[in-house]
């Protein structure tokens, strides 16, 4: 636990903050930290001094602002660690990645700021959930980029973080940023609607003319990110979802003939791949043992008709696949959730995404942390062909028999050339939290020793704690360094799991 006494200025900035903000905003206890949160990963509790709830920019301002002027006199102050809604499940939900730390929650920054269904276009605060975003979108001419998580998670925390919808990493759906800098100044970076440098008739540039600053707060502990600018994209026509199960036995030409299709244009989105553990997980239909595979063909009605016919005869001939099916001739069994998720996702909807959730989890999105099933995740990249997936889930294998705990998969194929595995421990918080956080420990290992690195990290496995700060090679290491030392000189952000 932390010495309280090497806080002696805590009590006086966060009694400055519950006037400027409301005592119902800023819940504390300056000389102890406070009960911890519980989280469905149950990783360990660090130490949290403060949770502050900022109800609008410019209450993000006055608190950093705060901080930044005790810090800059020689205060001594834990650092900020912003989240948006918290729920990050299977990756830490709340915890930072070391303690201490003052909590700023921004799910009370809720606002849809902007919403252009014709340049395709909206500006949401973190507070904005998926399910909000996408239903406003029902009926036009655009969709979101939709996760299969809950519709209750933020668009803006889990594209900041890097994560991956049903059309590609959300990243490549980002096109600005709202941020507050560590000295409590905002600033806009990358595109911007109606600044007076950007406008919605002058085409979407969000890197901008020369170095460009919009990923330096992705993965970023350098600010408190208030806002965001999301692509729309164009709501195809006609979509359908082909369903294809096969073995394992047949697993790496199976994959190797789906990157053939996809690089070929055949296959629209992410194609997903749940194996039995997954589908089992997230409550799927009946696998037989085998995977399960989901492609989006899409396009003008002619167009996506003639795809499909082509992918299905080329599937018929490679003798692979025990069984396809595809939505527009039969719908998927109702007990098959994931395959209604799936498909609804690929249409930008999360009409179905609570009922995974709850197979997941047991327990409604509220409720995951204080009463779900535990859950882990690790997510690595592979390269799009059968050898690299084989040579992963034979790892998995090897996990499983050296701590009983069954990892789930989930191979998500980007585009032509990159697969973000998503690999689950489902587990039981009585009796099996230490086998299923030692899975998750040699996930790390060794899939490290083979060259496959998580693209997103949790709060037990910053790069800090694992030691891969530096793996990148020492200039990029000392580059990250000074560009936190110029951005944040008194440190009034806590470092974070990419820090």
Do not use: C
């Amino acid at each position: 636990m932390q010495d309280p006494s090497l806080y002696p200025d805590l009590k006086a900035v966060l009694e400055e903050l519950q006037q400027a903000l409301g005592a119902e905003r800023a819940r504390h206890d300056a000389g102890a930290p406070l009960p911890p949160d519980p989280n469905v990963s149950a990783f360990a509790p660090r130490d949290t001094r403060a949770v502050l709830r900022p109800g609008s920019v410019a209450d993000v301002t006055a608190l950093v602002g705060a901080f930044h002027r005790a810090k800059a006199a020689g205060a001594g102050l834990p650092g900020l660690q912003p989240l948006s809604t918290g729920r990050n499940w299977g990756l830490g939900s709340k915890e930072p990645a070391a303690g201490p730390v003052v909590r700023v929650e921004l799910a009370g920054l809720d606002a849809l700021r902007a919403l252009d269904t014709e340049a395709g276009y909206a500006v949401v605060e973190p507070g904005v959930t998926q399910k909000e975003l996408s239903e406003l979108l029902a009926g036009t001419g655009r969709m979101l980029n939709v996760t299969a998580s809950s519709g209750h998670t933020s668009v803006l925390g889990n594209t900041v973080d890097r994560g991956v919808g049903l059309r590609h990493q959300r990243t490549e759906d980002l096109l600005g940023l709202e941020v507050v800098l560590p000295d409590g100044s905002v600033a806009h970076i990358g595109w911007w609607p109606g600044d007076g440098v950007h406008g919605k008739g002058d085409g979407f540039n969000p890197l901008g003319l020369g170095p460009s600053l919009l990923h330096l707060f992705t993965q970023s502990d350098l600010g408190i990110v208030t806002a965001a600018v999301v692509r729309l994209l164009p709501r195809p026509l006609h979509q359908s979802t082909v369903r294809a199960g096969f073995h394992r036995e047949t697993l790496h030409q199976a994959v190797d003939a789906l990157r053939t299709w996809k690089a070929n244009g055949l296959i629209a989105g992410v194609i997903k791949v749940y194996d039995t553990a997954s589908t089992a997980t997230y409550g799927g239909g009946d696998t037989a043992g085998g995977y399960v595979a989901h492609l989006s063909v899409e396009g003008t009605e002619r167009s996506a008709a003639a795809l499909k016919t082509a992918l299905l005869a080329e599937m018929a001939e490679t003798g692979l696949f025990t069984s396809v099916t595809s939505s527009d001739e039969e719908a998927p069994a109702d007990e098959d959730v994931v395959a209604h998720v799936v498909h609804a996702a690929y249409r930008g909807s999360v009409a179905h995404n609570e009922r995974m959730l709850a197979s997941a989890t047991g327990a409604a999105a509220e409720r995951v942390d204080t009463d779900g099933n535990g859950w882990l995740f690790f997510l690595p990249f592979l390269p799009f062909d059968g050898a690299s997936v084989v040579r992963a889930l034979d790892i998995l294998d090897r996990i499983h028999l050296a701590t009983g705990i069954r990892p789930g998969s989930t191979v998500n194929a980007l585009d032509a050339d990159v697969i973000d595995l998503v690999v689950s421990f489902p587990f039981d918080r009585a009796t099996q939290t230490e086998a299923a956080h030692r899975a998750l420990d040699l996930a790390h290992l060794w899939f490290g020793e083979a060259g496959l690195r998580p693209y997103r990290l949790d709060s037990g496995h910053s790069r800090a704690a694992t030691g891969t700060a530096g793996t990148a090679g020492t200039a990029e290491a000392a580059l990250q360094r000074a560009l936190r030392e110029a951005v944040d000189p008194h440190g009034v952000m806590a470092a974070g799991r990419y820090a």
